[in-house]
Nanobody
């Protein structure tokens, strides 16, 4: 089973930036669709951004123009650059790796992002 380890969360002021990283184990990273999800207290886990093996991306409307997802297949790592952060971006952010052809749906342990002054 693939293991995913997130890092980069923390406390940031409104308008600030953070970059999250998710490192994956194994040798098949390049064929996975990778995604970032977030879950605020008392709310469901929602998709933030996703990137396919070919590099196509899609974003939640609430983060378009502020967040950027990218991947480095040589490093088995996916990133989420978050700019112009708002208090409503506060949540635990989870990394997801998905490959339906191989029955893969793996999750990281989550990293907390708090946007507050």
């Amino acid at each position: 089973q693939v293991q995913l380890v997130e890092s980069g969360g923390g406390l940031v002021q409104p308008g600030g930036s953070l970059r999250l990283s998710c490192a994956a184990s194994g040798r098949m990273f390049r064929i996975y669709t990778m995604g970032w999800y977030r879950q605020a207290p008392g709310k469901q886990r929602d998709l933030v951004a996703r990137i396919t093996p070919g590099g196509s991306t899609n974003y939640a409307d609430s983060v378009k123009g502020r967040f950027t997802i990218s991947r480095d297949n040589a490093k088995n790592t996916v990133y989420l650059q978050m700019n112009s952060l708002k208090p409503e971006d506060t949540a635990v952010y989870y990394c997801n790796g998905n490959d339906p052809g191989n029955a893969l749906d793996a999750w990281g342990q989550g990293t907390l992002v708090t946007v507050s002054s």
